[in-house]
């Protein structure tokens, strides 16, 4: 019989709704319950694509023994970490500092107060590699529970005040300048990979954010140091195992410094902000391999993550089915030299084989070999590559596919409409920018209520009950810039500054300082409050891009003011931790840049010289630069009042820091005065 979680919206939950645990959703009426029956909470976090997460359930949580002691001495809570990133990250915050590591599942126990007292990730059904059972670890706590009760609310008390005092220093209210980011550079520099590309040992991470970070350096310095680090990871991360070499997309990360085994699993986030840096690579450089990637990537999340709804999906599972009925970690990617001979013939098989560097020893499991691109392509067929290509997709595609979590995530989203809204533009398919726009237009009318307040998630056309976090507001605000810049349409400015007033309102205090939850959000035992990086930018750094953006178009100080306060905290941390404040860095950039404004003055985009300014606005490298289209007179964006056409011919106006360029309606001159690159 199913439990509470049948109702859920979340596609994590719904796969333990018939677990024989008595589960419940993260509630006020979970913790009531463990009070009026005087138990402790297990607080349960994991997320849809989790791996280990899969493994507990099936050894734990589907358990029937297991499932009994846990519904007589506890009472269960089950928490999709992206559905309540907040709730995560407070708990996730505890497990650090108690254990000084962290992950998912993640497994914490609480008093009925939901405070945490003991703290741990996956736990095997029976003891391994020095760690206990679940069952011991259950039992252990039932009996500190039932036997030691004042030290278990010292220790759950000290917690919570430790945390408390965990604040964070706001430091500087100003933002980083020329000195904070060449020592930030310099940090990056030291940290690089120069034989493989990337930053740090394994497992490996894609830093999108930083090469974001590093391709905007470059722009506005010419430091060549920076683009060479910049075009080295792009280009092996796309030739290694991280990227699908037959669908398109990048998995979320690399097992080995290598970036040749990945851990499967293809998140929206991941794909979104590396077809973006994709198409930005391309942009400074021409790379004719950042614009395939762009583009693949691109097609892959609207070809595989796009709902019905016209939302994009969280991600695709790391396990499938091997074809005998286990699920298996990397099974629909993995190829071996007799599965290439029965797909492709002996002749294209060893061909295949040898382009793609699939070894009869293997680079994965069990004589099996993720598909890379080991060599450079000269000296390959052009034509019989794209054949093999052809046919072992399609063999792919018949394998049984990975699952898919349907859960639209607002800011995921809004990731991923800049992305796809800027690679359209500059690769002329339309379509992508129908697809950020489709996106788009679900937010606003799903996720959007009459104050503009978001939430967080929806799921087939039905918005879930969790509030927004500042991550959704500013990505989502980051989305919608970018899609007016590409369109033309003020009223995705408009939504924007909507969001941002709340991100000024409600999530800054009077310092300046964010948090990621609202004011008037759901009380935890803690705000949480983190302007670091880490898979996606934070709440933090995004809100201080968007607001920088959207300053730049409106001409709004108390916008621009809030954006500088946020940076205060990327002058501290960027020449410390640089790797984690990518994203905060890159804006700092677009600061010391102006950012500049851009306005296109022409009839429309159907005609020649119009489109040929507004591509090249687009194409400009300048750092932020921020672009408005419209018609003499149209109020459709600040940027665009008085500014009439030249002699009768459309016109770019360029602006910087309260001073203006004479306007041109030569595209060559507003491409130099954009840093654009020779590559439209």
């Known amino acids: 019989m199913p439990n509470r979680l049948a109702q859920a919206t979340s596609p994590y939950l719904l796969q333990h709704a018939e677990n024989p645990v008595d589960w419940w959703p993260w509630e006020d009426g979970a913790f009531e319950e463990a009070r009026r029956r005087d138990v402790p ?80 990730t996956y736990y095997p059904p029976e003891p391994r590699q020095g760690m206990p059972s679940f069952r011991q670890v259950l039992q252990g706590v039932h009996q500190a529970w039932a036997e030691r009760r004042d030290e278990v609310t010292e220790v759950a008390g000290k917690i919570v005040r430790n945390l408390a005092g965990r604040e964070i220093s706001y430091g500087d ?15 990056l520099t030291r940290e690089y990979d120069p034989q493989r590309g990337g930053f740090g040992g394994a497992p490996k991470f894609p830093p999108s954010m930083v090469v974001e970070f590093l391709l905007r350096h470059h722009a506005r310095t010419g430091a060549d140091g920076a683009l060479e680090m910049a075009r080295e990871t792009c280009e092996r991360m796309a030739r290694g195992g991280i990227y699908d070499q037959l669908g398109g997309g990048f998995a979320r990360y690399s097992v080995d410094r290598e970036w040749v085994v990945p851990h499967f699993e293809k998140m929206l986030y991941d794909n979104a902000l590396l077809c973006r840096v994709y198409a930005h690579l391309w942009r400074a450089t021409g790379s004719d391999l950042a614009r395939r990637v762009a583009l693949e990537t691109a097609d892959f999340m609207v070809r595989e993550l796009r709902t019905a709804e016209g939302g994009f999906a969280s991600a695709l599972d790391a396990d499938s089915d091997d074809g005998t009925g286990r699920h298996v970690e990397g099974a629909y990617y993995v190829w071996t030299p007799a599965q290439l001979t029965e797909v492709l013939g002996a002749d294209d098989a060893a061909l295949a084989a040898r382009y793609f560097g699939v070894t009869e020893e293997g680079t994965f499991e069990h004589g099996s070999s993720v598909l890379q691109l080991p ?22 595609d018949g394998r049984p596919a990975p699952a898919r979590d349907d859960k639209v995530v607002a800011a995921w989203n809004g990731l991923a409409i800049a992305a796809l809204a800027e690679t359209g533009a500059y690769f002329e398919r339309p379509d992508l920018v129908e697809a950020a726009v489709a996106a788009a237009d679900l937010l606003v009318r799903l996720h959007l209520d009459e104050q503009a307040r978001l939430s967080r998630t929806s799921k087939d056309g039905r918005a879930g009950a969790h509030a927004g976090v500042l991550e959704d507001y500013a990505d989502v605000a980051e989305g919608l810039l970018a899609l007016a810049s590409v369109t033309g349409e003020g009223v995705w400015l408009d939504f924007a500054g909507l969001l941002l ?16 939850t609202a004011a008037d959000a759901e009380r935890l035992i803690r705000r949480p409050q983190d302007p670091t990086d880490n898979a996606t930018p934070s709440g933090w750094t995004a809100a201080a891009g968007a607001l920088l953006s959207y300053a730049a178009h409106t001409g709004s100080e108390p916008h621009r003011t809030a954006a500088e306060h946020a940076l205060g905290v990327v002058k501290a941390l960027g020449p410390r931790v640089p790797r984690f404040v990518g994203w905060g860095l890159a804006a700092a950039e677009a600061l010391l840049d102006g950012p500049r404004e851009v306005a296109v003055v022409g009839p429309s985009l159907s005609d020649g010289a119009t489109k040929g300014l507004h591509r090249t606005a687009l194409l400009g490298t300048a750092p932020g630069a921020v672009v408005a289209f419209g018609a003499e007179g149209s109020d459709e964006f600040p940027l665009l009042a008085g500014r009439p056409l030249v002699d009768g011919a459309p016109a770019a106006y360029v602006c910087r820091n309260f001073t203006c360029d004479a306007p041109t309606t030569d595209p060559e001159r507003l491409r130099i005065a954009l840093g654009a690159a020779l590559n439209s």
């Open 375 to 396: 060599r450079q392509e000269d000296g390959f067929d052009a034509e019989r590559i794209a054949s093999v290509r052809e046919r072992l997709l399609a063999v792919r």
């Open 173 to 187: 209210a100003r933002p980083p300048g020329e000195a904070e980011l060449g020592q930030a550079l310099l940090g």
């Open 501 to 516: 007033d709340h991100v000024i309102t409600r999530f800054t205090d009077e310092s300046g300082s964010l948090y990621d």
């Open 41 to 120: 909470v297990l607080l349960s976090v994991g997320y849809s694509a989790c791996h280990w997460c899969h493994v507990m359930a099936h050894e734990s949580f589907e358990d029937g023994p297991t499932a009994e002691f846990l519904n007589s001495h506890f009472v269960s809570v089950k928490v999709d970490r992206e559905e309540r990133p907040d709730v995560d990250a407070v708990y996730m915050e505890a497990v650090q500092a108690a254990t000084g590591q962290g992950g998912w599942p993640m497994t914490v126990f609480l008093t009925p107060d939901a405070e945490p007292f003991y703290f741990g």
